[in-house]
């Protein structure tokens, strides 16, 4: 079955697929924040419906949130990242719906009135379940640099992305560099 290279993954106004990567990478990678605070801040930035300051409590769900996502994102054969992400989507409450709140029709995947760390539940394991669905579960991955255990996901038009950010790129790429270049003849 070919695959298609959507422009928008989620169909949602807020981008669960980078929602899920920024919150993995803020709990699980060593450089991340996950205080209350910096999760309140993390999900501003994408959009979500923050009902003032992140409780402890949510930000404890959302710590345990992260943690069951980052194993979809490390598995590197496809039918059992789909099993995990089934695993994950089954305890998630979902209820699929059309909503306009003054932004216009889009889509929910919480069910109405449902609260923040229900939401946020929602959103992620949809966006990666449409990452997985329609460009391939290869399109997850955790940084190649040996030295970071950041994730990411490639929704890119062409499979290149091997590393969290340009930064981790640009280090092995001169590292290889200069390894080429020490052990070549002079």
């Not at 910096?38 to 345990?64: C, H, I, M, Q, T």
């Not at 979809?72 to 496809?78: G, L, Q």
């Not at 209820?95 to 003054?102: N, R, T, V, Y």
């Not at 970071?148 to 280090?171: F, H, I, M, Q, W």
Request: aromatic fraction near 6%; proline fraction near 6%.
């Amino acid at each position: 079955m070919a695959r298609t290279s959507p422009t928008e993954v989620t169909g949602y106004r807020n981008d669960g697929v980078g929602t899920a990567v920024a919150l993995v990478n803020a709990v699980t990678a060593d450089a991340g924040d996950p205080s209350p605070e910096a999760l309140g801040a993390l999900l501003a930035s994408y959009n979500f419906k923050v009902d003032g300051p992140v409780s402890d409590d949510e930000a404890e769900a959302l710590r345990r949130w992260a943690r069951r996502l980052r194993p979809v994102f490390a598995e590197t054969d496809e039918a059992r990242a789909i099993d995990l992400l089934n695993g994950v989507m089954a305890e998630v409450p979902m209820h699929p719906h059309i909503s306009d709140h003054g932004e216009g029709p889009h889509l929910h995947y919480g069910p109405p009135g449902a609260v923040l760390v229900d939401r946020i539940r929602a959103n992620t394991a949809v966006g990666l379940a449409f990452v997985i669905c329609e460009l391939g579960a290869a399109r997850l991955g955790v940084c190649l640099d040996a030295a970071c255990e950041r994730v990411y996901a490639d929704v890119s038009r062409g499979p290149r992305r091997r590393y969290c950010s340009k930064t981790c790129l640009n280090r092995n790429t001169v590292a290889a560099y200069r390894a080429r270049r020490a052990s070549a003849p002079a």
